[in-house]
């Protein structure tokens, strides 16, 4: 036998079986996720390395955003340094604004929501071009200082190879908007190391309410964790060739020992739930001061190229009157270089605080640091992101919740109720994530993870649940949708309205012409036409072009496993039946009912003599109600994708 042939047959098999197409495809995902996940790490680090310490000479604890990373405090505040952090922030704000004038408008803000808005209402698609411009805008951007988080220009980057991926592959529209949610879910897992969270977070970011999308569930576990070794290994070779620190390991920060809850611990509910409206309260802040930034930019008196540098260069100012203002009123004994935390990632905040960073300090001052602190991040995240700078919110969330849930555990010390202000800043993390961005499941897992314990679950799930309820339907990404019945993808067209009137003939392009199988067809044809048309179910046709009935995808595959009959059967044999084709009389109602009734997303369509006219597909209705149904039969084409 051929050894090509064969391989190509067995390839053909692999694809028209679920389970190894979404291994091979989110496996494939889940690599270049984590390739491009462990060189973004490096990158970053690398800029922020040469350009903030070695450069301007910021202390090696606020560009290291590692666990351990604390070097011991100057006597004097470094003014040189911060004043140099101005005009770097500048030039690389301009830089930005102008790849995104050049390149693509994608590159500028936070990227999760490009993702969601593409899920939603773009077919899955985004350009892969769009990931490469993000991922330097977003080096130059974290690198030079700028307050944002790695994770959403690692999403956007992450979903844009997997649509890049699904269009190499051609795979159909649904499929293109799993492999999507897969590569956020990968992507998440290459920067942040917890596989688990970063599937559920893919599954949770889409919707504002409650919804998960199910059906990125098992295409994501196996993209995070294809992505987290990937990543691991990039970022060991990184620093086998370099010489640099080799990531953050396993766990983003190091929690203390002894932390955790107990059943007696149950007063200290009561605190974690002043914790959650006063982290709710803060949350509806941040989300308002970044609209009203995203707002006002577009009416700055200066270039469009130069705005993203005009915010960045504002959130150094407040960067620098912070950390001036905290150095002068701060007793001594407390790590004022914190204070410079309100610019770059941040986690030199968080890592300080939990390695008992102030001890002997009175609470209140350390309260007042941290509240400081967490208030002036929403600020510089605010004017950085919401200028147009390429940086994500997710972990500035993160930081922001740690430094006030903090706050608030030390102003609460010596009352019955209150949690220890290390457990403060752990759930303060969660809380705040799930609040901005809707995701309490994985907010709750995620700090989890990065913080290496499972033992404060019970207050996590208290709190994030608190904060997630009194946020109402207010977000930090605006692309969200409430629930999947608001989502175009989960639509049927009874919900909307005169579209689910028209017949299927009264839409011009709705019917593609697919190419049918002959009734005598071999199962290699038939599995090779499968492969080439990507449907899940195909007409069978006699020589004069009449449907002798449909053959379904899963019906083929059941039978693939039984050499025996692979001579023997042809496709009349597995034809579903005679005389079930639609006509171009049907409605688009009755098209989409017959879809859920069969569990597939084609189906054939027939003229009056029963000839095989092509297939109308689930996808291309969607398709043509989001470019808009025509407003009277035969008003003119519409846009396919």
């Not at 739930?273 to 006002?296: G, H, K, N, V």
């Not at 959130?315 to 001594?332: C, K, Q, T, Y």
């Not at 967490?374 to 919740?401: C, E, Q, R, W």
């Amino acid at each position: 036998m051929p050894i090509l042939p064969h391989l190509r047959n067995r390839l053909h098999r692999w694809t028209l079986n679920p389970t190894s197409r979404w291994v091979l495809m989110a496996g494939m995902v889940g690599g270049i996720c984590g390739v491009a996940g462990g060189l973004f790490q490096a990158m970053v680090d690398a800029v922020s390395w040469l350009v903030m310490h070695q450069t301007v000479g910021l202390p090696a604890m606020l560009v290291d955003q590692r666990a351990g990373g604390q070097s011991a405090q100057d006597a004097v505040f470094p003014w040189i340094p911060a004043l140099l952090i101005i005009p770097v922030l500048f030039a690389a704000g301009c830089f930005v604004g102008w790849l995104g004038i050049r390149c693509t408008r994608m590159v500028l803000g936070g990227g999760t929501g490009l993702a969601v808005e593409a899920f939603h209402r773009g077919q899955g698609a985004l350009s892969g071009k769009a990931g490469i411009w993000k991922f330097l805008a977003s080096v130059v951007t974290l690198g030079c200082g700028g307050s944002g988080g790695r994770e959403g220009p690692i999403v956007f980057i992450g979903a844009s190879f997997a649509s890049w991926c699904a269009r190499r592959l051609g795979t159909t529209t649904y499929d293109r908007r799993i492999l999507l949610g897969a590569g956020i879910a990968g992507g998440i897992s290459a920067v942040f190391h917890a596989p688990l969270a970063a599937v559920l977070f893919a599954a949770e970011i889409l919707y504002r309410g409650p919804d998960l999308e199910a059906a990125v569930l098992i295409p994501g576990f196996v993209a995070a964790i294809v992505a987290f070794c990937v990543a691991s290994g990039v970022e060991a070779g990184v620093s086998l060739l370099t010489g640099w620190p080799a990531g953050h390991g396993a766990t983003l920060f190091r929690a203390p020992i002894g932390l955790g809850f107990s059943a007696d611990s149950w007063p200290s509910l009561a605190g974690f739930t002043i914790m959650a409206i006063l982290l709710a309260l803060c949350a509806r802040w941040f989300i308002a001061a970044l609209a009203a930034i995203r707002e006002r930019q577009v009416r700055w008196p200066v270039p469009v190229w130069m705005r993203p540098g005009v915010g960045m260069a504002s959130a150094g100012m407040v960067a620098l009157a912070v950390g001036a203002a905290i150095w002068s009123i701060m007793p001594p004994g407390v790590h004022t270089h914190a204070a410079l935390g309100t610019i770059g990632g941040g986690y030199s905040i968080i890592h300080w605080f939990m390695a008992d960073g102030g001890a002997g300090t009175a609470a209140l001052w350390l309260a007042l640091l941290l509240a400081v602190l967490g208030l002036g991040k929403i600020l510089t995240t605010a004017l950085t992101v919401g200028s147009g700078g390429s940086g994500g919110l997710f972990a500035p969330s993160i930081v922001i919740g740690g430094c006030l849930g903090g706050s608030v555990c030390l102003v609460l010390a010596g009352l019955p109720i209150a949690p220890t202000p290390q457990a403060g800043v752990v759930i303060g993390m969660a809380a705040m994530l799930a609040a901005t961005h809707r995701t309490p499941v994985a907010a709750i897992l995620l700090v989890s993870e990065i913080v290496g314990t499972y033992d404060l679950l019970v207050p996590a799930m208290w709190t994030c649940g608190l904060a997630f309820l009194l946020m109402g339907r207010r977000s930090i990404i605006p692309a969200q949708v409430d629930s999947q019945a608001d989502s175009p993808v989960h639509q049927a067209p009874g919900d909307w309205g005169r579209s689910s009137r028209l017949r299927l003939d009264e839409v011009p392009g709705l019917i593609e012409m697919v190419p049918a199988v002959p009734h005598d067809a071999h199962l290699d044809e038939i599995r090779l036409a499968f492969s080439r048309e990507q449907v899940d179910a195909l007409a069978i046709v006699d020589g004069a072009g009449v449907l002798h009935g449909v053959i379904l995808l899963r019906e083929l595959v059941a039978v693939g496993g039984e050499p025996a009959l692979e001579d023997l059967l042809r496709a009349d044999d597995l034809a579903a039946g005679r005389q079930i084709g639609l006509t171009g009389a049907t409605l688009v109602n009755r098209a989409w009912q017959l879809f859920r009734e069969q569990h597939v997303t084609a189906w054939p369509v027939v003229d009056d003599d029963g000839r095989y006219l092509g297939m109308v597909r689930q996808e291309r209705i969607l398709t043509q109600h989001q470019a808009g149904m025509p407003s009277r039969p035969g008003s003119g084409p519409l846009a396919v994708v």
